[in-house]
């Protein structure tokens, strides 16, 4: 995607106090640019899912999003220890998330699920002790 | 589309065209063109706070002058409950309504005895079926511009009842037109006694095409003066009793309305960037299970606002003792209203007349600012990223987007021009 408009957003592993900066940053852009509504709604609960997941598994990582008149591509990776059983994972309610998150609210284990209720498309690329890409795609037209 | 008329002004003459302003605009809506502040009317939610921090006082907030009332006519006033704290050794409401009575006004229609009819119509709005939450108080005009503008989801959880300084004005008018019949409608005006400006932009808005029941607002600043000599030779009697309790009184301050409710889970919050804070989280769905939410764009809530003499939390201590010389028991809206009307939907006649809907101060076109964007994207790489002010943006990003949109020069950046040279 050579062509889209293309932004970049560190997300900064060491605190939950900036989770959700990109996807709120993400959701002033796509609203400047006059993106429907309802899509703006989807990706940003999706990516804040996103952002929370890196947080809480993998000390954070990068967020990049591809804009083009068609499509809405969100590109979220970590170097983290990757997802051991993806089936399992994409199940509502499992979670791997430690105690301590629990004890905050998350890791109730629905990050992976609505991230996919809340896209048009969703691939998962990850290698346990390598890392995790997602992509998040959404139609425009 | 119609031009919304604000209620903020900038004086020419003492603008001298310093950054403040535009960095602490919290929707980017500032420029400085040719050394003067200018204000995007399309963006601007009147939240202030751009006359709050001006050291030069030239932001000015509109509203009708005390002066250009004609106290001939039949004229109300509908003191907001923050007037109520800002007088020093204030014991009893009494004093307030009349020196008012003593201005010329020939009625005063507590606003905080609306707000507790509101409380009591939200209350009623809660219990019904399929209502979207949490349920999003509507009754701070900042705020309910700001989700027109900028939070196209969250419209439709804004409360539909009209807010209580206009329920107050209905009210009001009503209670003359009934007790004098004599009188012509168009000789009864209620006249507002404002904290804040934003409430101006509402009632004079063209855009929002609402029909009124305040016919005229006042700063509070304007009336306190005014008031103050008439209240230290005030006489209070029976017809200058307070008929709002302390559930009312409590609207002038955050949480005040939140609280009234009694019977939901609630978040109140206050200060413009907490606001927005808040409104981003409730869209990305991240509060769980919320019944009400209450926010208010001044702090600590209408006490705080730019036209209210008093410090804010000062005024707030005083009120919390004024509470305890009132009454507890808050007005109900059944002794307005019939009970059976009161079963199922809000009766018209109490919601907001304007229907909350998305307005985005955005392009139409998407292709053309996506376009835009990226050349925006790509120059601002090239911009030094100190957000400075000085080219008259708030910021390097901003700046890029007006370069590309033709409304700034790439020459207006001084930092850019100095490594360079």
New interface residues.
Partial sequence: MSEA???HFDVDGASFANA?KA??ET?K?L?????P??I??RI??AM?EGEINMVIHAHGGDADVY???ETILITLKDVGPGIRNVEEAMKEGFSTAPENIRAL?FGAGMGLPNMKRYSDDMHIDTRVGVGTTIELWYH?T | MAVYTHSVSIDPEKCTGCTTCLRRCPVEAIRIRNEKAVINANKCIDCGECIRVCAHNAKHASYDKLSDLDFSKYLIALPAPSLFGQFNHLDEADFVIRGLLDMGFKDVYEVAKAAEYVTDLTRIYLAGENVARPVISSACPVVVRLIKLRFPTLCEQLVPIMPPYELAGKLAREKALAEHPELKPEDVKTVFISPCPAKVSWAKSVMEGQAVYVDYITSMNDVYMELLGRMKHAVPGPESAPEAGSVGLRWATTSGEAASLMNEGYLSADGIDNVIKVLDDLESGTFGNLGFVELNACSPGCVGGVLAPSNGYIARLRLQSLQKTVVVKPNKIEDIEDAERLKGDIPAEYTEAAAFTYMPDGAPNMLAMLMAMKKAEALAEKLPNKDCGACGSPTCKAFALDVVNGEAELSDCAVRSQMEG
């Avoid at chain 1, 609203?31 to 993106?35: E, I, N, S, Y």
């Fill in positions: 408009l293309h932004y959700g996807s709120v959701k852009l609203r400047q640019l006059g993106v509504p309802e703006i709604r940003s609960v804040y804009i083009t008149p609210g425009l």
